[in-house]
């Protein structure tokens, strides 16, 4: 279970960054992004698209990225059978022995750190773990510096960085803002197989852990069903929670507020997308966000989230749920549909392979999933 | 169907006023109301509370009236077995046969008239249809003038009235809004069993269509599924929705934007009552009103309501909706749960007795109906 | 000062329906009308836009017009200096001696009537009251049916009609929204030399009274200060100030919220166009609405309008306010500032001329007014 | 001007954690704060109120504490005429030679610390600069641990702290929340007679600086005007600003959106007190924040503070506005009132003596003050 020291590595991770989405579909994942979430392009290329929030002052936060299509045929790996289309991300999840290339998926999920010395402390904190690593050299990932990518204990694609070219920050170009007026990253959400080792893994890196849900009953035999854990001092940089995995849940993007999340929700259905509203908009007990989460042309989970709270303090106390406590999901008392606690986006390794996934390691589900 | 014709009977409904509910704990039903939703009670007896929202200037808009337990036992059409206790307002519509007063229930939906006249115009309106009909004396209801009440030709106990007496509007008191900040009373919902005859039947009072519910495919051969009919010139004082009648479905009572619906399910969900949010908070397709329903402690349903628009033009067009497109009810695609669509609260007649429920007249249910 | 009764004419004018104002430049006015506060484009002519709201179901509520340089110095009573450039509306209601053409205007104020055959009535009432009268025959205006139009008794050109062609109404394309999210025209608001007379006026025409100012002390010698007048039972279709008139003080727009008031001034500032603010946002004792007041690039005067209440009851009486209250004027206490008391748009007669403004028949100034 | 440098001192202050405010009329004050505002009550003793936001997990994050006139003709220092009643705070610094008890004034202003061991660090920090320094035991303070205050270089009364004893956090306790739903302390800002002294005092103290205000032309000639400066990563924990120093300008309180910031003004002004607000609503250009200030019943100013954003990122550049730019106050254009730049609180020293007032080094005013 949780462990009451606050580790300080040699290392100083700042925050959750940004995330690489693989699609199958550039142009309907700009309409879904841009015309209607209303992220800012920085950069676009043939194949990528580069965003940002209208207050990051960085060249991206989110990249999606056109799956090669002409590539998949070639590859050995293929069987025939799978090459004859795109596999949506849930699908893909019950079929893992399709191509790799052949689904949509998240390519790196990036941290920020503060020095560039951090780089190489996280590289040979991963080394002696036996992670697989690469280095990138400035520009390789356009508008970065210097990082260092591992495929994580856990199985993630997980990138570090320092420095980032500057973009121009929209904070107060109100008469820019568009869609859902997003701001910025706040987190990732995973699925992982085995969530006490992921908490572990995280406290490692110094991460915080601000709540909780444990399996019943509460005592010494409880199991982490889920942890929310954090550098930069509000609820979560990264949230582990028990699932087939890794796999990537859900991006969080911070909101200014309440508004902004029904304004989505009117946005996206006016343009006759009201399916890709998948969940909420709702009051979390956990967290106490107010949210909602949407599915891309693709399946990639969007959440969009804002207030939460301050956890800074040094004798900030992780915050207990019970698995079986349905306010936890929704302070209001609503289902989230089964849809969400199952389908997940499947990840790349290094090499750009579908990651393969194992079971869950708690079977039993919660009573509040329906 | 629609009648294009607008007609302009020899009296002034002016809008939907106020009701009166029957519950089976004052106590209970006031910590719903005045302590969560925050209305203001003008009058409290030892059976009954009158109470309104901070911008009306009237008595009262809505009624509690403590169900007379004592009296059950003693009446010889209670079947013994039901003596027990008080049975939900939902539960009430599956047993039809329960004592009257062993079941929380509308006691009267109240409508304002323009003039005195108008009430005596109305009472002759009625007459003719052979209703059931009531003059009370200024007084009879606290705080209310000279009304008629009659029990409608669609079995509501229905009452007009032109004179109440003043209360100290609360509009700019800010400092005394409590809960979700309910300003009026808006509009009634009925279930009723024969939607074109309960519209026919407005139609004659003198309300006009804003928007309705047909059967597909159009043409000839469509229902009126629902029609929501107005006199205020917004979308509506009365919606007609087909099913086992006649029952009161909700009241609507008006806040003034978004926030006061999140924020009246946030303090209903920390008071400990998130059971009671039963649908919503969402837009609605039809009206395009921000919503959410809540249950009171009897099961009788609120929906607290916002957003909705301008009907007054003189060629305002009726907009017509398919019983199936999902929209309809709830712009962001939510489903709405099958006790939305089921249960309603039972209505008495003028000597306190349960009307009778008849099927509804059109079986087959709504693909969005789950 | 007040007429109790409810006066109730042998026509139906329903509410306020739209205005035409003259611009001098229709580019500058489309940048603000339309890019910043979002109105939509139903029509545009070489010299006209026709505007409407996200709600509005109709061809405009809005027209801007080019004014006609070109012929400003063949106009004999043009003295050649005026003829170099326009002069803003509140500068021209310094300088009443400038030509006509050389000054943005209001052309006209429309009010839209329940039946054809009222067009016919009111103009029999203000033949008898020996205004100058125009008829318009269908499509004389854009998108609209028969009309009349006068130079009422208070000297403004005011237009009555019964059809519009309908136009797409957008309410439910939330995709579409832009800036402030205008939904509808709400009033009018005009500076007259006589308001008593113009309460009067108004009031023959079967409007209510629902607010209204008095000079100190009350009683028998007290004075009208300004009234706000309804059809459409919400506080005004239109206000009446005592100010040098006729003149228009502002158009009122309504919005659906208080965010769509902020949004808007974050917009318009971001836009380069703080100066566009003139007063708030802030709340209104007067009406309760919240509000905020802009100045278009002519300046005239445009209020976002949100937040009041219904007056359709019989017995709505009249709120009097002291002109000395300053929290009749911004409930929070601020002090409008002196060009708000001081500026307002010249209008046009009949025949495309300025009207002279008379000196406001009270002359001693509120001593809320800095 | 600013140092580039981040520096990293020895200890880890945390955040701006709360402040004691001297006050006349305790129950004036705890109708402001608690019935008005809705702090939250923790502890009340005879002569102080330790209050909270929702969110917060600690004792207190303000301190009430009632003046104690009985002491003050006792006071040698005391002129016999200055007894007879308080002075307003802002009359207060009009006025530095009235008797030091006499007036209401800030008592300390605290940080948190990250560990006990950054006390000592702390003590020594100041100790070398000469300042006058007091050791706290724990619940010398209530609900406070060890603790150390100085009398810091710019001569304010500055309190260290770790520990704090934990209440319960009501954030999601929505049945409770009143009045502007304060939900923590957010930070301080001060009148300093040199702001480059000061922000080179928060420098050594490891705060970053994340905007300023230097005087025009920008370059080698410029002045610092004024410094945002931070340790959590939002805009500020203290904000240092030219003027009569040391004075305690304004305590912002975090809410969680621009509807609270609106709401305590309604319910200020509906409670009488319109003449509370000061300044705003509005959008600060620097810090992008929604604001309003409010002046308590002593005159102390508390700032409703919302909407700024993240700066924790390692290569945060300062952003620079030049002191006559009027939208770095308010984005949008409104003029801030001389009160607002000329009116703060004297602060005491540790031996609750009124600390004397310097005039600001820079002696030049914005253009932008009325």
Known sequence: MLDARWQRPPFDVVRAAHAELQVTDLEAARHFYVDLLGLVVTEATTDALYLRGYEERVHHSLVLRQMRNQTRVEDPRTPA???????????????????????????????RVAREEDLDRLAAFFQERGCPLQWLD??????????????????????????????????????????????????????????????????????????????????????????WMYRKPNVHDVALMNGDGPRLHHLGFWVSDTQSVLRACDI????????????????????????????????????????????????????????NDPRRGTFWGHAAPASWFEESSRVLD?????????????????????
Not at 184 to 189: A, E, S, V
Not at 198 to 217: I, M, Q, V, W
Not at 303 to 311: P, V, W
């Open 268 to 323: 996206v259905a006016a343009a006759g997308r009201a399916d890709a509203i998948e969940r909420g908009p709702g009051r979390h007990g956990l967290s106490n966000a107010f949210f909602v989460y949407l599915r891309d042309p693709d399946g990639h989970r969007i959440e969009l989230y804002t207030c939460d709270y301050y956890t800074g303090d040094p004798d900030f106390e992780p915050i207990r749920w019970s698995v």
């Open 138 to 227: 400035p520009g390789d990932e356009p508008g970065q510096g210097r990082a260092v990518r591992v495929q994580d204990p856990l199985g993630f694609p997980v990138e570090f960085f320092c420095a980032m070219e500057p973009a121009e920050r929209l904070l107060q170009r109100f008469d820019r803002y568009r869609g859902a007026h997003v701001l910025r990253l706040d987190h990732f959400n995973l699925h992982v197989a085995d969530v006490q080792a992921a908490y572990d893994h995280y406290k490692a890196l110094g991460f915080r852990c601000s709540e909780y849900t444990a399996t019943d009953p509460p005592g010494p035999e409880e199991k982490l069903w889920a942890a």
């Open 81 to 111: 059978g799978a090459a004859t289309g795109a596999v949506p991300a849930a699908a893909a999840a019950a079929a893992p022995e399709a191509a790799p290339e052949a689904v949509p998926a998240a390519v790196h999920l990036a941290y």
């Open 350 to 370: 290094l090499d750009g392979r579908l990651v393969p996934v194992e079971p869950a390691k708690l079977s039993e589900r919660p009573q509040t999933v329906t």
